[in-house]
C-alpha cells in the first residue's frame, strides 16, 4: 500500500524513515531526506527553511489582509497579494505533511 503526496507515492515501509523537505525539484516534484539523526546538517536546513516559511508566511498574511481592508486597492494589489498568499499556503501545507510524517504511529 502507498500514501499518496503531492502526486508522489512513496511507500508506508518507508515513511518512518524519510522526511519531506520544504523544497521540490527543478520540475516541481517533492524531494526526501533519508538520514540516520535529526541533527544532521541537512535536516537543519530543513528546519532552518521551514522556520522561515512560516515567519513568511505570517508575513504575507499580514499584508493580504491590509490589502482586502484597502477600499482603494486595486486589482493588481488583490492579485500580488493572493498569489504570495496561495504560495504561502503550499509552503505551510508541505510542512505540515512533512511534520506528521514523522509523528509516531503510536501518537498518532
Not at 524531494?31 to 546538517?41: E, M, P, T, V
Amino acid at each position: 500500500m502507498s500514501i499518496p503526496n503531492n502526486n508522489v507515492s512513496v511507500p508506508d515501509t518507508r515513511l518512518g524513515e524519510l522526511r519531506l523537505l520544504p523544497w521540490t525539484t527543478p520540475d516541481g516534484k517533492p524531494c526526501y531526506l533519508s538520514a540516520d539523526s535529526h541533527d544532521s546538517r541537512l535536516s537543519l536546513l530543513a528546519d532552518d527553511i521551514e522556520a522561515a516559511q512560516l515567519d513568511s508566511g505570517e508575513q504575507v498574511l499580514a499584508g493580504a489582509k491590509a490589502v482586502l481592508t484597502d477600499p482603494k486597492a486595486g486589482e493588481w494589489a488583490a492579485r500580488f497579494a493572493l498569489t504570495r498568499a496561495s504560495e504561502s499556503l503550499g509552503d505551510v501545507l508541505r510542512i505540515a505533511v512533512s511534520r506528521g510524517e514523522r509523528i509516531p504511529e503510536r501518537e498518532r
